[in-house]
Every structure is written in structure tokens, then in C-alpha cells.
């Protein structure tokens, strides 16, 4: 019998092809799940990549997709044409590498590639390079018409600057977001502190915006009244919020302020915070990384709520330590773990209650049938079939729900046992960021922290 195979269903789509085309990722995604439904294929995930050009490599989900073939998660990618993947013969072969190594194929379901023959393979060179090369073109078009648009005022994007509002294609100013914009610059002048700012601003507005928030706004052109777009300058592109004074003034004063670190050492160790998006504060929110780098170059990291350093929406002001919470897992998972495989193996006859449901719904669904049978023939009134029916059914759904509930219980309990057969807590000090982050992910959800700084494990 063959394997059932785990496919990856990616999906591009750029600005330009939207533009051009209205190439929708809705209709590639409901081809991809059709092939795959039809082939009996079991999909990983989708991996899809909105306004992204595919003469780049740095698309974050094609980038998630690959780390997921390189954990051999993934045994086919399927997508609707070769140009969705890649529009260069140089990135194609980079990705194939990958692909390769790891045993995973590729396969289109609209065109037809052979990649097992020489002949095959130059098709698909031709093909890669007239489709880099249309992406070029194609490209150059959009890019005219809209350097032509941006010169006339026009915006060219749904994306509006906090402060503006859209009006027949124009920017306008917001009057009531513009006070809180020209509130950022005079507060910034006054206090030349991010976070004091953010504090003020939050407090004054009753908002709940966010440090980067307030640092792209204080770093955008626009609200000069003027456009820059790499080399493109375009001057009274719309109406000013503030003067070209005050922002070159802020610009200098957040040049000042901003602390440099040294960003190619930190990328050179590959840090990765282990546990982001999986640590939620007391007050629902999750918390984020941060770190310190002491004078020997030695990274601390640490998780924070965001709230409580911006507003006083949050008490919890405490950083929780990566290294303590690694070290509360390392203690407590496995043990909790067989706790709770413990819970389900005492607690389930699983083979007596599923023959007795079955048993149970076979007779409900014959008692529905004589019971239509009855209405048919006039032997009960419609109020009396109806009543009778709604009871029958609602016992029949509750069955059916008692099955769906159980047969999770049993994929959790294999995941459990399969996890709790890694000898991880030996092997753990040699894992790299990623691979500590892969194995936690794999089987913890959420990890909390209540009132009384106690940690708790929810498991997915």
C-alpha cells in the first residue's frame, strides 16, 4: 500500500499580478485543495505569500515552508504553476537543492514538468527564464504607472498613514487622528524618550499603541507633505500635518537616542527567542522578547508584557528569565506529561464505550426511520413527528460528539507517548534556538503566568 503523502500547498501571488491580472489567492488555494482532495493527499498547511515577488527569496512563508521540508514534515509541494515558486533559473536550483536533500518532490497541477530528463530539465530552464524576464518586464510597466500616479497625488495602495484618509484617490488629513500624530513630534521634542512618549500618548488618548507604532510614525516623511519612495520624491504630494522643521528636528534627536548594538554579532549566534508567542501575561496578552548584552558580549534574553511597560493597563512589570523558564520545562513537562497519559488510560474503557455508541446509534437511527415511516403512512400528526423526531436526533448528535471527543483523546494520547519517547531533557544543551523552539512547539501550546507568578503548561 502506498504512502499517504503530505503535501504543501504554496501559494504567491505579487502587487504587480493583481494589479494586472486580479490573480486571486483564493483560486489557486481552492485548485491546490481540490488536486490534493482528489488524490487523497493529507495537507500540511498552506503557505502563502501575499505581494511578494518570486524573483526573492526572502518570502517568510515560502521560508516557513522550506525549515518544514528540512525537518521532513512535508513529502510533496504543490503548486498551481512554476512561476508561483520562482521566476529565475538561479533561486529555482536553490530551492530544488533543499527539496532534493530532504526527498521532498515539487509538482504543478496546471503545466507538466519532467525533471527526470535532460531534455526536461532545459524545458524548464526556457521556461524559468522567460518567465524572469516577463516578471522584469512586467515590473518596469507597473513601476512607470505608478511613479506617474504618485507625481499627480495619487495613492496607489488601500494602505493609509495613520493621520490621512482617502478621498477620490488623494490623501486628506484625519483631524482627529492628525492631533495625535502633531502630539507624537511635540512630545518627542519635549521628552526625547520613546517610551515616555509612548506612556503619554497611551495615557492621553486612552490608546493601546505600540513602541514600533510610534517610531515608524515619528520616522515617516509623509507627514511633511512629502512623498519618498526610494528615489522617487514627490514635494506636496499632500496636504502637511506637521512642519519640515519639526521632523528634521525629531530625526535628529532620534538619531541621538537610539542605543546601537552590534547587530552582526547578534545575527552571527543566530538568536531566536525560544518561547515567542507561546508566553501570555496574566492579562491575556502575550509577552515579548527582549535582552540585554552585557560588556562581554553574553546575551540575556527575556519575555515581557508589552502593556505594562507602555500603560498601566498591567501590573506584571516583571521579565520573565529564558534560561528559568527553560529550566521550569525541563522539570516539569515530562512529568506532567505522564501525568495526564496516565489520566487517559485510567480513565477509558475506549473499545467498550465505542462498540456501546455504535450499538447506541444504530437503534436511534432505526427509531427515526420507523418514525418517518409513521408520518408517511398518517399514523402520527406532523407536531408529534417533529417533537418526537428533535429528540430522537439531539440524542444521535450528543453520540456523535461523544465519538468526535474521544477520537481526539486518542490523537492526543500518541502524540503524548511519541513525545515522552524522546530522551530530550539529555540531548537538550546540544539543540540549537530553533531546534529547542521546534521540539517545545511540538507539544505545548501556551505557557501562563498568573497573579502569583506561577507558570502553567497548557498542552495543544
Not at 481552492?30 to 482528489?38: G, I, P
Not at 427509531?367 to 408529534?384: A, C, P, R, S
Not at 481526539?408 to 507517548?417: C, P, T, V
Request: with cysteine; net charge positive.
Amino acid at each position: 500500500m502506498d504512502k499517504i503523502k503530505r503535501v504543501a500547498l504554496y501559494i504567491r501571488v505579487s502587487t504587480e499580478e493583481q494589479v494586472l491580472h486580479g490573480d486571486s489567492i483564493r483560486t489557486q488555494t481552492e485548485a491546490l485543495e481540490q488536486y490534493a482532495k482528489d488524490n487523497n493527499f493529507i495537507i500540511v498547511d498552506k503557505y502563502i505569500d501575499e505581494g511578494s515577488s518570486a524573483t526573492n527569496l526572502k518570502r517568510p512563508n515560502l521560508q516557513r515552508m522550506i525549515e518544514d521540508v528540512k525537518n521532513n514534515k512535508i513529502d510533496l509541494v504543490m503548486i498551481t504553476k512554476i512561476d508561483r515558486l520562482s521566476r529565475g533559473v538561479k533561486n529555482y536550483y536553490k530551492i530544488m537543492e533543499t527539496l532534493e536533500k530532504h526527498k521532498c518532490d515539487w509538482k504543478t497541477i496546471l503545466e507538466n514538468y519532467d525533471s527526470s530528463t535532460a531534455a526536461g530539465r532545459l524545458h524548464i530552464n526556457i521556461m524559468l527564464s522567460v518567465a524572469e524576464n516577463e516578471a522584469s518586464q512586467t515590473s518596469e510597466r507597473i513601476k512607470f504607472v505608478f511613479n506617474n500616479k504618485i507625481r499627480r497625488g495619487e495613492v496607489i495602495s488601500g494602505s493609509t498613514p495613520f493621520g490621512y484618509k482617502i478621498v477620490d484617490k488623494h490623501l486628506v488629513i484625519d483631524e482627529e487622528k492628525a492631533e495625535i500624530v502633531r502630539e507624537c513630534f511635540i512630545s518627542y521634542e519635549k521628552l526625547t524618550s520613546m517610551i515616555k512618549v509612548l506612556q503619554h500618548i497611551n495615557n492621553s488618548f486612552d490608546a493601546n499603541f505600540s513602541y514600533n507604532f510610534i517610531y515608524k510614525l515619528l520616522k515617516n516623511n509623509i507627514y511633511t507633505g512629502t512623498y519618498i519612495h526610494n528615489d522617487l520624491v514627490v514635494e506636496n504630494f499632500c496636504n502637511a500635518i506637521i512642519s519640515s522643521e519639526q521632523f528634521n528636528t525629531v530625526q535628529k534627536l532620534l538619531s541621538k537616542n537610539t542605543k546601537v548594538y552590534n547587530n552582526k554579532y547578534l545575527n552571527s549566534l543566530g538568536m531566536q527567542y525560544i518561547f515567542s508567542s507561546m508566553v501570555i501575561c496574566k492579562c491575556g496578552r502575550k509577552m515579548s522578547g527582549t535582552y540585554c548584552l552585557s560588556s562581554d558580549k553574553k546575551i540575556y534574553k527575556y519575555y515581557r508584557c508589552h502593556v505594562s511597560q507602555t500603560t498601566k493597563k498591567c501590573s506584571n512589570t516583571k521579565r520573565l528569565s529564558e534560561k528559568k523558564l527553560e529550566a521550569f520545562l525541563l522539570k516539569n513537562v515530562r512529568r506532567q506529561l505522564e501525568e495526564i497519559a496516565f489520566g487517559y488510560e485510567s480513565n477509558n474503557n475506549k473499545s467498550k464505550n465505542k462498540n456501546n455508541n455504535n450499538q447506541l446509534k444504530n437503534k436511534i437511527k432505526k427509531q427515526i426511520n420507523k418514525l418517518q415511516d409513521l408520518y408517511f403512512d398518517d399514523l402520527i400528526d406532523k407536531e408529534d413527528y417533529k417533537l418526537k423526531y428533535q429528540k430522537l436526533n439531539t440524542q444521535l448528535i450528543k453520540l456523535e460528539n461523544d465519538n468526535s471527543e474521544e477520537k481526539k483523546s486518542i490523537i492526543n494520547l500518541k502524540n503524548i507517548r511519541s513525545f515522552l519517547e524522546i530522551n530530550f531533557e539529555k540531548i537538550y544543551s546540544d539543540l540549537s534556538d530553533q531546534e529547542k523552539r521546534t521540539l517545545w512547539t511540538s507539544i505545548i501550546d501556551t505557557i501562563v503566568i498568573d497573579e502569583n507568578k506561577n507558570l502553567t503548561i497548557n498542552f495543544l
